[in-house]
């Protein structure tokens, strides 16, 4: 179908574009350029003089301020789980690697190097990781079939919720990522152990023979990140209940509502009117 601009009503916006900038070319700069070409379309054409062209990006466009500052505060949530959960699992590997001064020692004198073992430990850290995350991608798999039988139809701007590829790379990426980070110091500290001392006292308890100022810091900082967790839930409660309970300052059963979309170039979007 092909536009006829001498029969088109200029004050009928029913055409939205999509454009890619040039390289090295700023948003502001666009912006300029086009407030250039509606000052000059202005003049022209009387009718749109108080329009214009609101440049926005992709990502602007289909999340907002108020969705960004929710994701934004979701992401922050689980890194914050994800770390206590590190945290926690490093701690385990820890006391493990206690119990198991006696084999590294052994192989130690038997002509292991401590980049073989560094290697044997973070690679069964790493399998411990995929692990998990296998368990973890099963239960996404698991949630989204869930989400997609019982979702009301039309709640979602997409006919059903999906899988996606690049977020799956990332969760693997950062599954291995964590699993190297938070087993090399478990690791290093098992390999630095003293030879000697280990196969002298044998079995009567190498527990002690780890330093524990690393696994208490461990245990301070999951305690720190947890009650800042248990802090925010309970403002973020406290909060939902005050909401329930706010006076609106009218009756809001039977009320309707729109909305208007007054030109930009004389509403402009910041609130500093023209």
Known sequence: MEANPAKEI?????IQTYGRLKKNVSREKAQAEMDTVSASMGRQYPEIRD???????????FIGSELKTRILLLFWTVILVMLIACANIANLLLARSAARQNEIAIRTAIGATRAQLVRQLLLESVMLSLVGGTVGFAGVV???????????????????????????????????????VFSIAPAWRTVRADINSVLKQGARGSSGRISHRLRNSLAAVELAIATVLLVGAGLFIRSLLNLEGVRVGFVPQGLSTFQLAPPVTKYPLDGKAQ
Not at 10 to 14: A, G, I, K, M
Not at 51 to 61: P, Y
Not at 145 to 160: D, E, F, G, R, Y
């Open 51 to 61: 329009w214009g062209v609101h440049l926005v990006s992709m990502f602007d466009t």
């Open 10 to 14: 200029r004050l009928s916006h029913t």
């Open 142 to 180: 698991w949630s989204v079939h869930i989400i997609n039988a019982t979702l009301t139809q039309n709640v979602l701007p997409v006919p059903k919720v999906e899988l996606d590829a690049n977020v799956l790379c990332f969760a693997l990426a950062l599954t291995i990522l964590t699993g190297l």
